[in-house]
């Protein structure tokens, strides 16, 4: 027997035996009194000395597929049957105009489930707590709007603006816009999300807007035209008399309290939107920035075995509050311009705690669609490389000397660099500051697999199976060639991260598995990365419109903010050809080809389209002095008649 067989069959079989012989020991020698512990078989404990388990991925797939599964069964196949879903879910009556959205829906062969548009729901809900004239005016006057009259689209915007999202939008509207009734939409133009209104004030508007008559009224009550705004005409906002202008409270550069306007707080005006039971309510601001902190042990609360679970929760600060101090929009995102009060204001993304009102980002809409670029180069997957690709600038915080290895891109970088993991495990830290992986005993237990694996050295193993690379440092400050060009190179972190040529959104699909890390908003690219042939892993805090759609472990892998378990994802879907352990390419090749095929059912632009039209009917409800009584009920009038022609 060799030793280390006979230490691997003590910790798998003779503690039990050996507690057990003790436990009844003990029992013979105090009974009656003493009744025996129960066995802790399974405990993680034994588990992670198990040789071979049933991989935790291989259970997280199956339960996706389950709820996969459930969820498309729920598909309304007629007008009645969404409605009636849609009462039961919501508590109301359909807006009017839902018939001809579902006809719509119909004809272009969409997938409608009521649980894809949840989301909907959460973002509008606390205005029914508001009034709808105040809703109307913040709207009507807020700078950048884009207005709907008698089936036009209009937009105004100031020469502030430095995106084109507000143009992109409103073109979006033009196919539907006959369809929508006269509306006002405030959009976000910046890149962070602007509204953090307190966890309180929010409840305080779910109550109030539960309080009113807002249930479902008798179908003769139910009025089914919208009041419309011909009182406000579609002029620039610029053109209002100073009454008549609204001022939101932003809290910004031009603020005058300069504490609430400096970046790198924002925390302390986002743990307000924290339940208060959420361990990132009361969490101070981080204020050691030689120092970084980094989980010892994956958080129990989203991942299981090490492996994200629930990815909604592990999008949320407010439960992971060290993100205070490992994501860029809370170390110095790029400005800031928040606000504790509620206004109706739409946006391509924004953290779970934000009050934004999402819709499919204006990236999407992008007429070169540079983000959405077919992947026609190699979509036979036996010919892709064994590899983990990503590629972007190091952007998401702002890049300083003092702070730079807190920034969540930049430490993606290092923790895929086998040099790099490599000099960190064996203790030389001084090169991987971004990070501070558990200790290896540890991190053996939670992810044996990565250990047996892979004994002696991360650094070949990573080297042969990614492909990571930053293609712009950021620096701050800028760094400037003789001829006054921006280096993309930056000083204070050139030894440790080196900066490569950006290959185009075509070739990343050269390789099997596609990362995606969010930067200080969403990253455009994931609905690419998600359709094509190649399968996506997600890193992100940014909530979208199609959250409620994608199926985490079906249609991507959700990673870990901290990505701890980037290692066992890698390890379980990717192996060398040289290796030799079981191989679940055909679990990475599923995942790939069952994300492009749902992508091209449920992300397209008719799905896009239909989700904005969705909300800008309910938008145009809550916003309606007459909401409570507006509603679509023509499938129970009708059924009404019939009843009383029998
Ligand atoms: C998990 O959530 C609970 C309730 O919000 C919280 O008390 C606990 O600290 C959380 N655990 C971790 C590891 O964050
Ligand atoms: C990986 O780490 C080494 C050592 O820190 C560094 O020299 C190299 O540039 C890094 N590679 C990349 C692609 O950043
Ligand atoms: C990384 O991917 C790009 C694009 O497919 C490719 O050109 C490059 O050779 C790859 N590098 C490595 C080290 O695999």
């Known amino acids: 027997m060799s030793p280390r067989w006979v230490a691997s069959a003590f910790y798998h079989f003779y503690p039990h035996v050996f507690i057990l012989a003790a436990v009844y020991l003990l029992m013979l020698v105090f009974q009656p009194s003493f009744t025996p512990p129960a ?7 034994v588990n992670g000395h198990k040789a071979a388990r049933e991989h935790p991925i291989e259970q997280l797939m199956k339960d996706a597929e389950h709820a996969f599964q459930e969820t498309v069964t729920e598909n309304p196949d007629t007008l009645s049957a969404a409605a009636h879903t849609y009462r039961n879910r919501r508590g109301r009556h359909p807006p009017p105009g839902f018939d001809t959205w579902y006809e719509t829906a119909r004809t272009a062969n969409a997938l409608i489930p009521e649980s894809f548009f949840d989301r909907i729901y959460d973002d509008l809900e606390p205005l029914w707590g508001m009034e709808p004239g105040l809703l109307r005016y913040q709207a009507y006057s807020f700078p950048h709007v884009i207005r709907v009259r008698n089936g036009k689209v209009f937009y105004f915007s100031d020469p502030e603006d430095k995106t084109n999202w507000i143009e992109l939008w409103a073109d979006s509207l033009q196919e539907i816009a006959e369809f929508l009734p006269d509306i006002d939409i405030p959009v976000n133009t910046m890149e962070y999300p602007r509204l953090a209104v307190s966890w309180e004030e929010v409840q305080e508007m779910l109550a109030k807007g539960r309080r009113g008559d807002r249930g479902l009224g008798a179908p003769f009550d139910v009025i089914t035209s919208y009041t419309g705004l011909k009182d406000l005409p579609p002029i620039s906002p610029r053109e209002l008399t100073m ?6 409270n932003w809290i910004d550069t031009k603020s005058t309290d300069n504490l609430a306007s400096d970046a790198k ?13 959420t361990p990132g309510r009361d969490a101070n601001i981080f204020n050691m920035p030689e120092r970084i902190l980094y989980p010892q042990t994956p958080n129990t609360n989203y991942t299981r075995d090490g492996y994200v679970f629930d990815a909604k929760a592990a999008r949320d600060p407010c439960v992971q509050p060290l993100m205070r101090a490992m994501h860029g929009t809370f170390v110095e995102p790029v400005g800031l311009s928040t606000s504790g009060s509620m206004m109706p204001l739409f946006a391509g993304s924004k953290l779970p705690g934000n009050n934004e009102i999402l819709w499919p980002g204006a990236a999407y809409y992008a007429r070169n669609k540079d983000t959405i670029a077919k992947d026609v180069r190699r979509t036979d997957w036996s010919s892709k490389d064994n590899k983990m690709f990503w590629q972007g600038p190091a952007t998401g915080g702002i890049n300083r000397e003092m702070t730079w290895w807190r920034l969540h891109r930049h430490r993606f970088a290092q923790m895929t660099n086998g040099t790099t993991v490599d000099a960190s495990v064996n203790f030389y830290k001084v090169d991987s500051p971004s990070f501070d992986l558990p200790l290896m005993v540890d991190f053996g237990r939670l992810y044996p697999e990565v250990l047996q694996h892979h004994p002696d050295t991360f650094k070949n193993w990573l080297k042969s199976v990614t492909n990571v690379s930053v293609t712009d440092l950021v620096c701050t400050p800028e760094q400037m060639d003789h001829s006054g060009h921006r280096l993309l190179t930056c000083p204070h972190s050139d030894r440790l991260i080196s900066v490569q040529k950006a290959v185009p959104l075509m070739r990343w699909y ?12 969403y990253s455009p690219y994931f609905a690419s990365i998600v359709g094509s042939t190649s399968m996506p892993i997600k890193a992100t805090m940014y909530a979208e419109w199609h959250d409620d759609r994608l199926f985490p472990w079906l249609h991507y892998v959700p990673m870990d903010n901290s990505f701890m378990d980037v290692y066992g994802i890698l390890d379980y879907f990717c192996k060398d050809d040289k ?5 679940h390419d055909d679990a990475a090749k599923h995942i790939a080809h069952a994300g492009a095929e749902w992508s091209s059912r449920v992300l397209r632009d008719d799905d896009m389209q239909l989700y904005t039209w969705r909300l800008l009917l309910e938008y145009a409800r809550v916003s309606d002095p007459l909401r409570h009584k507006l509603g679509f009920v023509d499938d129970l009038v009708d059924r009404g008649k019939k009843h009383q022609n029998q």
């Open 243 to 248: 009454e008549q202008r609204y001022t939101h």
């Open 265 to 277: 707080l924002y925390w302390l005006h986002y743990r307000k939107t924290c339940p208060p039971d």
């Open 39 to 45: 066995l802790q078989f399974g405990s993680s404990w």
């Open 510 to 521: 050269d390789a099997k598995i596609v990362a995606d890390i969010d930067s200080n908003t």
């Open 579 to 583: 290796d030799s352990w079981v191989d």
